[in-house]
């Protein structure tokens, strides 16, 4: 357990004045905290805590003092969900891609979930899609400013299942695909950890969370480079200063560095 009883940390949002938003997914709070290191010791100050009503996944704070935020929710049926600083819903905004291929509301939310961030001026985000190898970036009023197809340009492939009435996406062994799985960005730049459309096999799950390729793009959409690891990891963080990329294997537990 965390800092102020929090349970599950997943995502953390820094801002100007040296506080972090932390997202604990768990109890579906936001929590801000000042991280004050003094010596060999951090101390750890809560600022303040608010509540969403809906459980969120991914979120961004942007320049305008409002939450933008993934969500599993159908009712607004919205690409984003908008909070303002108190947790309050404003809105729903923005329409899920369409491949032609319909299917309920419930099973939409799963297909096109994704990771989501902002760049530090926290006047643009980035959406990246898991199980299509899709990229949309929009403005701090979320207007889809440009979508990006590929590199490989495959759309979600699964199964629509049933779960006690409910019907469900339903990952297939050797059919569904991967695309996006981890973001880093910059001022400039974007770095994307691609599944490279990777299906999963019996008895390769834990194996298949790993991944060695880097997308690299700038905030207008184009692409830069495309490195590939010496080491699959699960998630990135980047020190854009020192050109080093840290990956995480949860397999051993380790944290690997990259130069690039």
């Known amino acids: 357990m965390g800092p102020s009883e929090t349970l599950s940390v997943f995502n953390l949002i820094f801002l100007e004045d040296g506080t972090v938003w932390v997202h604990d997914v768990v109890s579906t709070l936001m929590k801000r905290f000042l991280f004050d290191i003094k010596g060999d010791a951090i101390e750890i100050e809560e600022i303040e805590s608010i509540a969403f009503m809906n459980p969120i996944l991914y979120s961004v704070y942007l320049k305008n003092n409002q939450f933008f935020t993934t969500t599993q929710a159908i009712v607004p049926l919205s690409r984003f969900l908008v909070y303002s600083q108190n ?3 404003m809105s729903g905004i923005g329409n899920y891609p369409d491949y032609g291929r319909e299917m309920p509301p419930m099973v939409a939310v799963d297909v096109f979930s994704g990771q989501l961030i902002s760049n530090p001026e926290k ?3 980035v959406l990246a899609y898991e199980y299509t190898d899709l990229i949309e ?6 207007n889809l400013l440009k979508r990006i197809h590929g590199p490989h340009q495959f759309v979600p492939d699964f199964d629509i299942g049933d779960r006690s009435g409910t019907p469900y996406m339903k990952r297939v062994f050797n059919k569904t695909q991967h695309a996006f799985k981890s973001l880093a960005a910059s001022e400039e730049l974007i770095f994307l950890l691609y599944a490279n459309g990777k299906i999963v096999k019996p008895g390769e799950e834990e194996a298949t969370i790993h991944h060695e390729k880097i997308l690299a ?3 207008e959409g184009n692409p830069l480079a495309f490195y590939e690891l010496d080491h699959a990891v699960t998630s990135i963080a980047v020190d854009w200063k ?3 990329i840290y990956g995480l294997d949860r397999i051993e537990s380790e944290v690997y560095a990259f130069n690039f």
């Open 87 to 89: 947790g309050v819903e």
């Open 217 to 219: 793009i700038d905030w």
């Open 123 to 125: 006047d643009k985000m």
């Open 242 to 244: 020192n050109r080093i």
């Open 137 to 142: 970036l929009y403005d701090e009023k979320a």
